[in-house]
Nanobody, 116 residues
Framework: QVQLVESGGGLVQAGGSLRLSCTASGIRFSRNSMGWHRQAPGKQRELVARIFSDGTTNYADSVKGRFTISRDNAKNTVYLQMNSLEPDDTGVYYC??????????WGQGTQVTVTS
């Protein structure tokens, strides 16, 4: 059974930082690309950042220079370090794993709220 468990969300003031974690089980983590997506109220879910199995990363323009995605294959965990948070970063953040053979999986989400 595949499980992706996110943690680290919370309430923070604008300019603050949070670090999200997503720990996976039931997948061959090292061969998966991993991504963080977010969904704000009334908006579609959007890709925030992703990291491929070779360590290559890419980011949404809105978070470049502020967010950093990383992975620890030994811990089956992907992280999202979020700095200089803005109210527009508010939303539910979801972890996604994409396995080249088995398809994609989602976590249950963690709420991030940034107050002005």
């Amino acid at each position: 059974q595949v499980q992706l468990v996110e943690s680290g969300g919370g309430l923070v003031q604008a300019g603050g930082s949070l670090r999200l974690s997503c720990t996976a089980s039931g997948i061959r983590f090292s061969r998966n690309s991993m991504g963080w997506h977010r969904q704000a109220p009334g908006k579609q879910r959007e890709l925030v950042a992703r990291i491929f199995s070779d360590g290559t990363t890419n980011y949404a323009d809105s978070v470049k220079g502020r967010f950093t995605i990383s992975r620890d294959n030994a811990k089956n965990t992907v992280y999202l370090q979020m700095n200089s948070l803005e109210p527009d970063d508010t939303g539910v953040y979801y972890c996604r794993a994409i396995d080249p053979i088995r398809g994609s999986y989602w976590g249950q989400g963690t709420q991030v709220t940034v107050t002005s």
